[in-house]
């Protein structure tokens, strides 16, 4: 069973920045696309960037590109999602998931493993 960890989350204003990271003692995560999801309160799991095993492509809701960055740490066997420009609609759980393949797309069905989530609230 993999083990997903988020922190980074946090109060912050808007247009300030965050940097979530998702974090898993698994060595076996390095071969596994992943993604970022968040869900706010009375809202949809939303779909917010997904990356391939090795960093080389990334996809990201048109809600969120130009602002957010998800890349494949330096520190091996996590995945920071760096989130620019921030507003309150971007308030949310924010929470990791990989998919035990290679897909990294807008389907949380597709993905096997999830971290619990860390809140980010961005007042206005």
């Known amino acids: 069973q993999v083990q997903l960890v988020e922190s980074g989350g946090g109060l912050v204003r808007a247009g300030d920045s965050l940097r979530l990271s998702c974090a898993t003692a698994?060595?076996?995560?390095?071969?596994?696309?992943m993604a970022w999801f968040r869900q706010a309160p009375g809202k949809q799991r939303e779909f917010v960037a997904g990356?391939?095993?090795?960093?080389?492509?990334?996809y990201y809701a048109d809600s969120v590109k130009g602002r957010f960055t998800i890349s494949r740490g330096d520190v091996l066997n996590t995945v920071p999602l760096q989130m620019n420009s921030l507003t309150p609609e971007d308030s949310a759980v924010y929470s990791c998931?990989?998919?035990?393949?290679?897909?990294?797309?807008?389907?949380?069905?597709?993905?096997?493993?999830w971290g619990r989530g860390t809140q980010v609230t961005v007042s206005s």
């Open positions: 998931a990989a998919s035990g393949d290679g897909y990294y797309g807008a389907s949380g069905a597709q993905y096997r493993y």
């Open positions: 990356i391939s095993w090795n960093g080389a492509d990334t």
């Open positions: 698994e060595r076996t995560i390095r071969s596994y696309a």
